[in-house]
Antibody
Framework: EVQLLESGGALVQPGESLRLSCAAS????????MTWVRQGPGKGLEWVSV????????HYADSVKGRFTISRDNSKSTLYLHMSSLRAEDTAVYFC??????????WGQGTLVTVSS | QSALTQPASVSGSPGQSITISCTGT?????????VSWYQQYPGKAPKLMIY???KRPSGISNRFSGSKSGNTASLTISGLQAEDEADYYC??????????FGGGTKLTVL
């Protein structure tokens, strides 16, 4: 069974950092690019970042560029999102998903990040 | 990066067909091949319904179909069922670096 399990969401203050993890199982992790998508409270989906199969290529939305870093550890089948200089507008549920140009058919259940003083 | 434009809401009666549009600029749809549609129930993860404009993943009903003409992609749901009531999002491959979601459409089955 395919599973993507996000973790690491928390309540943090503006300016702080946080690292999200996404543990994959049930499929060949290195077959796919991986992506993060977020959804603010009551809002639509927003693409955040994507990383290629072996991590050599990464891309970011303008809203997080320079503050967020996507990475992956293929030996652990785990995707990461390191978030720094967090802002109130980064408050959202963060989903990880496989990607074939666009987010694909495997999604996690999401992890909530709340940025508030 | 502005979102692709979708109607905020659409509605239809059981058995009817509805179409949800997704409009962008020529640069929003970076090529003609990569448009996806997702279904999302409240509090749940999105689910891929259509990829590569008009392809269905395994297990997705053939009541769901996709198309694209110019700068507008469309999702059509035929034979509406109560379980189709959800939010729907389009997504495109804008260029080699950017992906873009639509603002989302709430489908109500009357």
């Amino acid at each position: 069974e395919v599973q993507l399990l996000e973790s690491g969401g928390a309540l943090v203050q503006p300016g702080e950092s946080l690292r999200l993890s996404c543990a994959a199982s049930g499929f060949t992790f290195t077959d796919y690019d991986m992506t993060w998508v977020r959804q603010g409270p009551g809002k639509g989906l927003e693409w955040v970042s994507v990383i290629s199969t072996y991590g050599g290529t990464t891309h970011y939305a303008d809203s997080v560029k320079g503050r967020f870093t996507i990475s992956r550890d293929n030996s652990k089948s785990t995707l990461y999102l390191h978030m720094s200089s967090l802002r109130a507008e980064d408050t959202a549920v963060y989903f990880c998903a496989n990607s074939n140009f666009l987010p694909g058919d495997h999604w996690g259940q999401g992890t909530l990040v709340t940025v508030s003083s | 990066q502005s979102a692709l434009t979708q109607p905020a809401s659409v509605s239809g009666s059981p058995g009817q067909s509805i179409t949800i549009s997704c409009t962008g600029t020529s640069s929003d749809f970076g090529d003609d091949e990569h448009v996806s549609w997702y279904q999302q129930y409240p509090g749940k993860a999105p689910k891929l319904m259509i990829y590569d404009v008009n392809k269905r993943p395994s297990g997705i009903s053939n009541r769901f179909s996709g198309s694209k003409s110019g700068n507008t992609a469309s999702l059509t749901i035929s034979g509406l069922q109560a379980e189709d009531e959800a939010d729907y999002y389009c997504c495109s491959f804008r260029d080699s670096t950017t992906r873009l979601f639509g603002g989302g459409t709430k489908l109500t089955v009357l």
